[in-house]
C-alpha cells in the first residue's frame, strides 16, 4: 500500500494540475492536516487517491475541476476507495 503524502505543491508538480485545482484536490480529498491552527497548518493527501481521482476522471472523460466543485465528500470518499 503507497501512503505517500502529497502537499498541494507535489500534487502540482507531480500530475501538472494548476494550483487552485491541486489545492481543491488537498481540501475535498480525505486529507490530514499538519501543523498548528493560525500558524500555516498544511494539508496532506494520499498519493493513493489523487491517482485514483485521476483514474477516475480519464477513465469517465470527465472534467476534473467540475468533479471536485459538485462533488461531496461522500461521493469522492467512494471513488478513492474504488467502490464506484
Known sequence: ?????LS???V???YGVG???ARQM????PHVKIGKKGRGEQVRVLRRHVDALLGYVAMH??????VLAGST???LDSIVEGKV
Open 1 to 5: 500500500m503507497n501512503a505517500e503524502l
Open 26 to 29: 488537498c481540501r475535498v480529498l
Open 73 to 75: 465528500s461522500g461521493e
Open 19 to 21: 494550483r487552485e485545482v
Open 12 to 14: 502540482r508538480e507531480r
Open 8 to 10: 498541494a505543491t507535489t
Open 61 to 66: 472523460r470527465l472534467d476534473l475541476a467540475a
